[in-house]
């Protein structure tokens, strides 16, 4: 049987939400248990409007993390197709259904104005579940990996006045820049224990300014590779590769014989910053000096 197998029969049988003996929490309470994962998104959108709506009259962040599209997959069953090759497809546009809900709250509360929406994912698609889960052609490989398949996902900004509507831009950018980009568009300093590695990239989001990010490591248990610009590097097992993004965004065409002084380049910087963060790394709870 293949390894999305037992996705297919359970997609077909809805009564399987209930065999993963899940817990529902708010904050340490269990309120669900085994939760029902079929309404999952549609709840947590309803948590996350029902909070919005009390909090209109302060400022507010809401973090609204769907457990959808990881498999198992789940939908509500007025949404829901019994053809397992349609279930990664549905989950998605219930998930657009769901945010659109967060967006209409925004706009009726007359919020629009002042607040910020960001939508975007942790990684990329998980491609041994096939049509579970997703795909990220062009783009070479998927989660778990460091090719860009795995790497560069999908970032949707919203906020009207301020965000130029209808644009794209390709700068370098990463989640680790959300946090400095949010304090300074709330207009707060940060005050880390530590060093961070975000960087504030609002000048981005607002059209005016290019993307600070010049250089983007690529980790799994370690180090792997390193973005400079339109240039990548990356080792893994032995093997050496270099490419040039900006013409082979499939990571297709390894140039590092082509280029061995720009690999070589590219090679001691990534292991110059990740000696850097090694030197930075402290137990948990620990004290930065």
Not at 141 to 162: A, I
Not at 221 to 230: C, I, M, T
Not at 249 to 267: D, H, Q, Y
Request: glycine share 10%; proline share 8%.
């Amino acid at each position: 049987r293949p390894p999305y197998g037992k996705w297919d029969e359970g997609w077909r049988n809805r009564e399987d939400t209930f065999r993963w003996r899940t817990p529902l929490m708010e904050n340490e309470e269990i309120v669900e248990l085994p939760v029902d994962q079929r309404t999952i998104t549609r709840r947590y959108t309803d948590k996350a409007v029902e909070w919005i709506t009390a909090h209109k009259d302060q400022p507010f962040f809401v973090y609204l993390a769907h457990s959808m599209p990881h498999v198992p997959l789940f939908v509500p069953e007025d949404v829901y197709d019994p053809d397992p090759q349609k279930a990664y497809r549905i989950v998605i546009e219930h998930i657009d259904a769901e945010v659109g809900r967060v967006v209409r709250t925004v706009k009726e509360l007359g919020l629009s104005g002042r607040t910020y929406i960001i939508f975007t994912s942790d990684n990329g698609p998980w491609l041994r579940m096939k049509h579970h889960g997703g795909q990220a052609l062009p783009l070479r490989g998927g989660k778990g990996g460091t090719y860009e398949g795995g790497q560069r996902v999908p970032c949707v900004m919203w906020g009207p006045g301020r965000i130029p509507a209808a644009t794209r831009t390709d700068a370098l950018t990463s989640t680790l820049d959300l946090l400095p980009t949010l304090a300074h568009l709330a207009g707060t300093e940060l005050h880390p224990r530590g060093p961070i590695d975000g960087l504030d990239i609002s000048g981005v989001i607002h059209g005016s300014d290019p993307s600070p990010r010049r250089e983007l490591l690529y980790y799994t248990s370690q180090v792997e590779g390193l973005r400079q610009g339109d240039w990548k590097i990356r080792l893994r097992g032995g093997r050496e590769e270099l490419y040039h993004l900006a013409d082979d965004i499939g990571e297709r065409t390894n140039l590092v014989k082509k280029f061995p002084e720009k690999f070589a380049s590219l090679k001691a910087r990534m292991q110059e910053l990740d000696a850097q963060i090694s030197r930075q790394v402290r137990s948990l709870g620990e004290d930065p000096p």
